[in-house]
């Protein structure tokens, strides 16, 4: 049988409730701000193929007594319609020195989940406390907006407004400027 769009939709769904049900919340990790995301694309043919092995690769993270939480979601609209993204969020820069058993976790992944999807794009985020509410309870949400920016290296500061509320001085959304290596916002 060819799978149909509404079947694919419906198997992402559920890979998407199974790893939200199998990865639950971990409030252990240390509350941080940083976040380690992979987006993947299955080989072709083997879209199964990677949710399983995904699946058996937090299995090794459980079993190797893993603290941080692995969140899991199917990207089914857009551009990047089939890919995968995986993530694990809430961390402090310092979390991320110290991974469990980075060489037999890259040996796993490996064998479980590169064997059957190639890497898209790989990053580590901060994120501006002033642009974003992300709260844990909302990675389990069964349908999320997916949003990347990518901006080219800026010649001179770029000012960013918050969604949060209007300063009481002077009635404007407060801002978050980025600015280039040497460079000062004003």
């Known amino acids: 049988m060819i799978p149909t769009r509404a079947s694919k939709l419906l198997a ?10 199998a990865v639950p919340i971990s409030f252990a990790q240390g509350g941080g701000n940083v ?9 072709p043919g083997m ?10 690769h937090l299995e ?8 941080w939480s ?15 993204v995986d993530g694990t969020f809430f961390h402090t820069w310092k979390d991320l020195n110290s991974p469990v058993s980075p060489a037999a976790d890259g040996a796993d992944a490996a064998v479980h989940v590169s064997s059957y999807g190639d890497v898209r ?4 985020c901060e994120a501006v406390p002033t642009l ?18 990518v901006c080219n290296r800026a010649e001179r500061p770029i000012r960013v407004a918050d969604r949060g509320e209007p300063s009481k001085h002077s009635g404007r959304l407060p801002e978050t400027c980025l600015s280039p290596p040497g460079q000062r916002c004003k």
């Open 12 to 21: 992402r769904v559920l890979m998407m409730m199974c790893t939200a049900i």
């Open 35 to 43: 976040a380690r995301i992979v987006v993947w694309q299955a080989k």
């Open 47 to 56: 879209d199964r193929d990677l949710e399983e092995g995904y699946k058996r």
């Open 60 to 67: 090794w993270h459980r079993n190797n007594g893993d603290l």
């Open 70 to 84: 692995w969140y899991g979601w199917n990207i089914v609209s857009g551009e990047r319609d089939g890919y995968f």
């Open 121 to 124: 794009s790989a990053a580590i």
């Open 132 to 149: 974003t509410d992300l709260r844990a309870q909302q990675l389990v949400s069964p349908l999320l907006t997916f949003v990347t920016s």
